[in-house]
């Protein structure tokens, strides 16, 4: 669903590997892209969503240790308890930290989840997807768009 809103409301079949680029930078195979399925948001409100209000989780919310200098990130945090294996319930101590983004948002190419389970609250860093998954999103982010930038030939 994120994706959907990435891709300005158009779902897409998903795909793995779009080419296999030699060490010098040459194309080895190409893949086709798998044909559009359709929009299933509109495009305003997918491009709403994205500019407005997940720019605002990275900007002014739970999401800021995902910030980049060069590119604005779009995202959502999340923090959950894992449910319990000795009784009914959820653990007071375990949780699942995650963080899903996607950059830049005034053209998407890049979208991210980090999910971390059980952080290790000992190391000071906290157990919330704001504090642990998304600093992480935004080091895979800014190396993904830089080498991004590097293949299309950009600085």
């Known amino acids: 669903?994120?994706?959907?809103?990435?891709?300005?409301?158009r779902s897409v079949r998903p795909?793995?590997?779009?080419?296999?680029?030699?060490?010098?930078?040459?194309?080895?195979?190409?893949?086709?892209?798998?044909?559009?399925?359709?929009?299933?948001?509109?495009?305003?409100v997918a491009r709403w969503i994205v500019?407005?209000?997940?720019?605002?989780?990275?900007?002014e919310g739970t999401g800021k240790k995902a910030k980049l200098k060069r590119w604005q990130v779009f995202g959502k945090t999340g923090t959950a308890n894992i449910a319990s294996s000795d009784k009914?319930?959820?653990s007071d101590?375990?949780?699942?930290?995650?963080?899903i983004a996607g950059a830049p948002a005034d053209e998407p190419a890049v979208v991210v989840l980090v999910s971390?389970?059980?952080?290790?609250?000992?190391?000071?860093?906290g157990?919330?997807?704001g504090t642990?998954?998304?600093?992480?999103?935004?080091?895979?982010?800014?190396?993904t768009l830089n080498y991004l930038e590097r293949l299309a030939g950009g600085k």
């Open 132 to 143: 642990v998954a998304a600093p992480v999103a935004a080091k895979i982010l800014e190396k």
């Open 15 to 44: 795909f793995l590997v779009r080419a296999m680029v030699g060490n010098s930078g040459e194309i080895i195979k190409m893949k086709q892209l798998p044909p559009a399925v359709g929009f299933v948001v509109h495009p305003e």
């Open 51 to 59: 500019s407005d209000a997940l720019t605002g989780v990275v900007n």
């Open 116 to 125: 971390i389970r059980k952080p290790n609250v000992e190391l000071g860093k």
């Open 1 to 9: 669903a994120f994706c959907i809103l990435a891709n300005g409301g």
């Open 127 to 129: 157990y919330t997807g």
């Open 93 to 99: 101590n375990d949780y699942i930290a995650s963080f």
């Open 88 to 90: 009914m319930g959820y």
